[in-house]
């Protein structure tokens, strides 16, 4: 069965500190895989991820692929309070068209 | 260009009524597809579309009902509300299409089944 897990499922830390978000995977015909951002509503999208070892880097947000050890990293520099949310990870399998989501990471940043 | 619209953005049921949740996109998207995500949860598949006319269930299909017969409209049918089905319901659409295959995420419905 298809399964994405991410951890922890909930952090707080405190403004400037650095976070590292987990997301690991076991998807048949994995094709990407996604990080969203979700505050009050609806989830927006932070990066796709295909190729392992590219960096996609977006401000103080970045994160990596590791195809071979079926994971990702979300990485938060400086955090602000602003960065609090739950944080999704999903991997689109291209065989049946579906995302699997994982259940999410809760990150509440401290002023 | 709105993107993914939901109505209702609230509703209230009472246990075995009925309701249609509505999703429309205006991004010309063949993919589309309708989650529930309860508190404290990610997201669960509910149904989903990959073009007019077809459409699969996902992880939580029973209580549940779809349609597509535009490209643009993807409803949601609940035929007998149960306490169960209380939930935020998110509908999105993807292109899937060559490089770019991200989700565009409506604003939600909040439900309530009491």
């Known amino acids: 069965e298809d399964k994405v897990v991410q951890s922890p499922l909930s952090l707080v830390v405190h403004e400037g500190d650095t976070v590292t978000l987990n997301c690991s995977y076991e998807v048949t015909n994995f094709r990407s895989l996604l990080w969203y951002k979700q505050e009050k509503k609806a989830p927006t999208f932070l990066f796709m991820l295909t190729s392992s070892g590219i960096e996609k880097k977006s401000g103080r947000l970045s994160s990596i692929l590791d195809k071979k050890e079926l994971f990702s990293i979300l990485n938060i520099t400086a955090t602000q309070t602003g960065d609090s949310a739950i944080y999704l990870c999903?991997?689109?399998?291209?065989?049946?068209?579906?995302?699997?989501f994982g259940t999410g990471t809760r990150l509440k940043v401290l002023a | 260009n709105a993107g993914v619209t939901q109505t209702p953005k609230f509703r209230i049921l009472k246990i075995g009524q009925s309701m249609t949740l509505q999703c429309t996109q205006d991004?010309?998207?063949?993919?589309m597809y309708w989650y529930r995500q309860d508190p404290g949860m990610g997201l669960k598949l509910i149904y989903y579309?990959?073009?007019?006319?077809?459409?699969d269930k996902g992880e939580v299909p029973n209580g549940y009902n779809v349609s597509r017969s535009t490209t643009e409209d993807f409803p949601l049918r609940l035929e007998l509300a149960a306490p169960s089905q209380t939930s935020v319901y998110f509908c999105?659409?993807?292109?899937?299409?060559?490089?770019?295959?991200?989700?565009?995420f409506g604003p939600g419905t909040r439900l309530t089944v009491l």
């Open positions: 579309s990959v073009g007019a006319g077809i459409t």
């Open positions: 991004m010309n998207h063949n993919y």
């Open positions: 999903a991997v689109h399998s291209s065989g049946t068209y579906k995302y699997i």
């Open positions: 999105a659409s993807s292109s899937q299409g060559g490089l770019y295959n991200e989700q565009f």
